[in-house]
């Protein structure tokens, strides 16, 4: 999308509260293209989630999507998938936290649609 719309939406899936996702937003603050961002969680229930809404409001824009009780995360992920608005959808995890400039490869070939870009978007992200 890019000018009025985000260029990544990560999905995060949490199964209780926005604290199991701290760390990982956190890191996704990080990165320079955050404001380009949409954020989308995946939570059984908005009242319980307890989100930081302070955190979120830098990204461009965020949403919850409640699906009732986590039992699997494949339909969580596909609920998600479903609300997201950007071209790249990426899937993100409690326990993986990007490093910066992870999305600059998505960026600069959304940037550029034409031309190939040659890699992934992105860059491994390891699991801690």
């Not at 954020?39 to 307890?50: G, T, W």
């Amino acid at each position: 999308m890019g000018a009025n719309g985000p260029v990544i939406s990560v999905i995060l899936i949490t199964p209780d509260h926005y604290q199991s996702l701290r760390k990982t937003i956190g890191h996704l603050r990080a990165q320079a293209i955050h404001d380009q961002m949409e954020i989308v969680i995946v939570a059984p229930a908005v009242e319980s989630l307890e989100a930081d809404e302070r955190e979120l409001q830098e990204f461009l824009q965020f949403r919850v999507v409640v699906v009732g009780a986590i039992t699997s995360v494949g339909p969580a992920y596909a609920a998600g998938i479903r609300q997201a608005s950007a071209p790249v959808v990426v899937l993100g995890e409690d326990h993986s936290f990007p490093e910066p400039g992870w999305p600059k490869p998505c960026s600069e070939h959304i940037s550029n649609p034409g031309q190939p870009s040659g890699q992934w978007c992105g860059t491994r992200i390891p699991a801690a």
